[in-house]
């Protein structure tokens, strides 16, 4: 009996614009490795807020060229090795971050960007590590240099980075604020942290006495831009740090108000605002900084491959749980691109690439040990 063969498949985004923009795209060969590449088999790639701003063309810091395959990071196992490839053998599992690329059944990759991810860990619990943790791991401890007891503040606390964030202050004993809309309160208390709505009567009452009674934070991650960014830095104690990261209130308020994306007003001002940040951020001592993983990543490769390293270390330690709240299999994408839009996820969404066409079970948020069970049956080791 002939195997059926074995075909990549990978989302495609053909024409900048809204979620309609992705389809499914199948290829009967393989992409092949050349001098000093693996390919590798996909068993979790991200679904997630920036895969968002790719798709609207909204992601300045890229160049992005159509077609373009969506898909900002992936876990996989190495099934083919180009030449000259020696650090790596058939089987070994590794992570990367992409940027675009990884929302596919195959990749390929250059061997010497991959990071080894430990067999014991869970591929859908290991991939919110390589974008989200990091992110929260190295504005943390490498932008802000947070320390055991600093209190911190986070604005878009119930987002990927977020929760990301506010599990690692759980894991490392540093006090923590979170923001985010008021039916986020049990997901951020959940994690230990003091819960604050931005969509309240008076949202900067409370935040305003926290910041009193607390003498300032001297730690602010800042992945939402609500506040004005003076707010935002009056906030620090002194010596403080603030680290901006990302620009998910602007694209909310617009989604609450009927609109598909903000406005060009909008646009100029988060625009400017980014550029403000960037200018603060050079003046000697500068108390705030924008923190982008790509670019850190370009001037300090060895700290990607320390932090996601101890990143996994610390889940095989079952020091940190990644929240997830749903696996989407590659035919799904377009209702995962959805719900991120409409800010109807709790921490992160995950793609398996492996899941039958057609769907995959709901799994609630919270009920990970369910998923996790069953993506061991198909990936299993
Ligand atoms: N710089 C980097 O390297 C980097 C890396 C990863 C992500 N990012 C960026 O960081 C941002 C967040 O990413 P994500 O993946 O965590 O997005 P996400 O999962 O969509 O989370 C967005 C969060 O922002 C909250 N939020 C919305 N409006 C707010 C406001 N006015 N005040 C406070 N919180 C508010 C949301 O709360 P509700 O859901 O309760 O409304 C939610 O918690 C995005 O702009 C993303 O592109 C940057």
């Known amino acids: 009996m002939r195997l059926p063969a074995v075909m990549l498949r990978r989302l495609e985004i053909g024409a900048f614009g809204g979620p309609e923009q992705i389809r499914l795209v199948e290829e009967a060969r393989l992409p092949q490795p050349g001098e000093g590449e693996v390919r590798i088999r996909v068993e979790a790639s991200s679904l997630v807020f920036t895969d968002m701003l790719i798709r609207r063309n909204l992601y300045p810091v890229l160049k992005l060229r159509l077609p373009l395959t969506p898909g900002y990071d992936f876990v996989g ?36 960007s991959l990071v080894a991810v430990p067999q014991g860990v869970n591929a859908i619990q290991a991939e919110p590590l390589i974008l989200s943790y990091m992110t929260a791991w190295q504005a943390l401890f490498r932008e802000a240099k947070a320390q055991p007891g600093d209190q911190v503040l986070i604005y878009g606390a119930s987002g990927a980075v977020g929760l990301a964030a506010l599990d690692l202050c759980r894991a490392f004993g540093l006090p923590a604020v979170g923001v985010a809309s008021a039916r986020r309160e049990p997901v951020v208390e959940g994690l230990g942290a003091t819960f604050v709505a931005y969509d309240t009567a008076d949202p900067a009452g409370p935040l305003d006495r926290l910041t009193r009674d607390l003498g300032g934070f001297k730690v602010i991650l800042d992945a939402a831009r609500g506040e004005t960014l003076s707010s935002v830095m009056a906030r620090l104690a002194p010596g403080g740090r603030l680290v901006a990261l990302g620009f998910s209130a602007p694209f909310r308020t617009a989604y609450k108000a009927g609109g598909e994306q903000p ?119």
Request: proline fraction near 5%; charge should be positive; glycine fraction near 10%.
């Open 77 to 112: 196992r190495i099934e083919a090795l180009g030449s000259g490839v020696s650090r790596w053998r058939v089987g070994d599992r590794v992570a990367d971050l992409t940027q675009i690329g990884g929302n596919a059944t195959h990749l390929v990759r250059t061997a010497a």
């Open 263 to 381: 406005g060009l007003l909008a646009r100029l001002r988060f625009g400017y605002d980014f550029l403000r940040i960037k200018w603060l951020s050079h003046r000697p001592n500068a108390a705030v900084s924008f923190y982008d993983i790509a670019s850190c990543r370009r001037q300090h490769p060895q700290w990607f491959q320390e932090d996601l390293s101890s990143l996994f270390n610390l889940l095989e330690a079952g020091r940190i749980t990644p929240r997830i709240q749903r696996v989407f299999g590659l035919g799904d994408a377009v209702e995962a691109h959805r719900l991120i839009e409409a800010g109807q996820v709790e921490g992160r969404l995950v793609l398996d690439p492996g899941l039958p066409i057609g769907g995959d079970p709901y799994v609630s948020p919270g009920d990970n040990a369910a998923k996790t069970t069953l993506h061991q049956q198909r990936h299993p080791g």
